[in-house]
């Protein structure tokens, strides 16, 4: 695997609440009306650990071109302008909250808030999706085994995945095979926007529904994207994340249900 495959993954892995997206235009509004910071202070304000705003777009894992039925001018606009257009957008929004002081007015930080939330998990998500893909879509190792203990049998899960996806199909959002962390069990997700995940889990499998992701291609064909994100997922990747949450529900883990 190339080196930004394995970039960042163990934070976004860590991250449990995922959330909805939208252009950003709150932010800009915002910016209009909150004050700017004293002169010689916005170095200061913008050095903050949790508001940086200088997060960086991790390039593909693989060659755009390499996927089976996907073609490079859909991967390569997916990446360049819908998710590397959610990390310019989270670091404009984490700069303006950078900005905010006790007289900023709450609609406006909770539209920021908002806009927060939706862009670094659309930041997270993307990566986690380009990271799974890659592969051979051939399931083996701990993952087979996992699904066929909590779902009878892996194509039977493959099933419900695929079900989970056609039901987001013509809109937005996301299915996941998730870990959760408090009971170690393996959850199929469906999460209509960035924001509405599982709590308290790790994306083991991400598999995006957005229209921009396959609509180049197959124009409003679910199906055959579907075919082909199967046929391109790097279960080694998947393993990799697999272990590394059993690992997490070792230390975090306390309840059982
Ligand atoms: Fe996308």
């Given at each position: 695997m190339s080196a930004g495959r394995d970039h960042d993954l163990t934070r976004r892995e860590a991250l449990a609440a995922l959330a909805a997206s939208g252009p950003l235009l709150l932010a800009g509004a915002a910016a209009a009306a909150l004050p700017a910071p004293p002169p010689g202070k916005e170095d200061a304000l913008n050095s903050k650990a949790a508001l940086v705003g200088k997060h960086t777009v991790v390039p593909l894992p693989f060659a755009a071109?390499?996927?089976?039925?996907?073609?490079?001018r859909l991967i390569t606009s997916h990446h360049d302008n819908n998710y590397a257009g959610a990390v310019r957008n989270l670091n404009g929004v984490e700069q303006e909250l950078?900005?905010?002081t006790p007289a900023t007015p709450p609609f406006l930080v909770a539209a920021l808030r908002e806009r927060e939330l939706a862009f670094r998990n659309s930041k997270t998500l993307h990566e986690a999706y380009f990271a799974n893909l890659g592969g051979d879509g051939r399931r083996s190792g701990a993952i087979e085994s996992a699904l066929a203990q909590a779902y009878g049998t892996s194509a039977r899960w493959q099933e419900q995945m695929r079900a989970t996806g056609m039901g987001l199909g013509g809109?937005?959002?996301?299915?996941?095979?998730?870990?959760?962390?408090d009971t170690g069990a393996l959850r199929t997700v469906s999460s209509g926007g960035?924001?509405?995940?599982?709590?308290?889990?790790?994306p083991l499998l991400v598999l995006e529904m957005y229209e921009h992701s396959y609509q180049m291609d197959f124009?409003?064909?679910?199906?055959?994207?579907?075919d082909a994100f199967f046929a391109n997922v790097d279960w080694n990747e998947v393993n990799r994340r697999l272990e590394r949450?059993?690992?997490m529900h070792t230390l975090v883990g306390a309840n059982a249900g």
């Open positions: 071109g390499s996927l089976h039925g996907l073609s490079e950078a900005r905010i809109g937005s959002g996301w299915a996941i095979l998730a870990f959760e962390l960035h924001t509405q995940a599982l709590a308290n889990s790790v124009g409003a064909g679910v199906t055959p994207y579907l949450a059993r690992h």
